[in-house]
T-cell receptor
Framework: NAGVTQTPKFRVLKTGQSMTLLCAQD?????MYWYRQDPGMGLRLIHY???????AKGEVPDGYNVSRLKKQNFLLGLESAAPSQTSVYFC??????????????FGPGTRLTVT | AQSVAQPEDQVNVAEGNPLTVKCTYS??????LFWYVQYPNRGLQFLLK??????LVKGSYGFEAEFNKSQTSFHLKKPSALVSDSALYFC?????????????FGTGTRLTIIP
């Protein structure tokens, strides 16, 4: 099992450019999440999905869009990148809340710099 | 609303000494509580969780945590610290209310074990 994988690992964008981050999981998890990690702020939830074809906003959704067309994949898009979106992005997945093992499993992260 | 506080940004412990990383939480109902560890340039790894039952929870790498409902705390402990325990530790909480899919993270505590 590869667990949760993220593509790419690093990216540098110019202000105004767009990009898509890909998250894939092979654990048959229903739930998937996108977080950003900034120094001194912990992890903040951007968007999440509780199943194929569903998405919902998290704590800091502005400037991002997501799609969950397949159960195993969760895409995070930046339509017009801004320097404030410079961060490390983590994807996570889990079984539904209420199941015995619903802790979240994290990918290795994508380091994004917007200049 | 749910929240987590990790009052110490940095904790230094001598190798072989016991360690404690503090966490307090706030939820409207009963909590699910988690500890995660992050090594440099890696994603978060699940350490342990409290769901119900025994207030003392044992997890990976010899770590344990004690749930204290009256003090709304979930401190992470280890009897004898190793240099390899040096990392960033995150506490997280989820309210047990049905339909709450979101996990709220603390801002993290950097643990340094001094040889």
């Amino acid at each position: 099992n590869a667990g949760v994988t993220q593509t790419p690992k690093f990216r540098v964008l110019k202000t105004g450019q767009s990009m898509t981050l890909l998250c894939a999981q092979d654990m048959n998890h229903e739930y998937m999440y996108w977080y950003r990690q900034d120094p001194g702020m912990g992890l903040r939830l951007i968007h999440y999905s509780v199943g194929e074809g569903t998405t919902a906003k998290g704590e800091v959704p502005d400037g991002y869009n997501v799609s969950r067309l397949k159960k195993q994949n969760f895409l995070l898009g930046l339509e017009s990148a801004a320097p404030s979106q410079t961060s490390v992005y983590f994807c996570a997945s889990s079984y539904p809340v209420g199941q015995p093992h619903h802790e979240q499993y994290f990918g290795p992260g994508t380091r994004l710099t917007v200049t | 609303a749910q929240s987590v506080a990790q009052p110490e940004d940095q904790v230094n412990v001598a190798e072989g000494n016991p360690l404690t990383v503090k966490c307090t939480y706030s939820v409207s109902g009963n909590p699910y509580l988690f500890w995660y560890v992050q090594y440099p340039n890696r994603g978060l790894q699940f350490l342990l969780k409290y769901i119900t039952g025994d207030n003392l929870v044992k997890g990976s790498y010899g770590f344990e945590a004690e749930f204290n409902k009256s003090q709304t705390s979930f401190h992470l402990k280890k009897p004898s610290a190793l240099v390899s325990d040096s990392a960033l530790y995150f506490c997280a909480v989820r309210d047990k209310n049905f339909g709450n899919e979101k996990l709220t993270f603390g801002t993290g505590t950097r643990l340094t074990i001094i040889p």
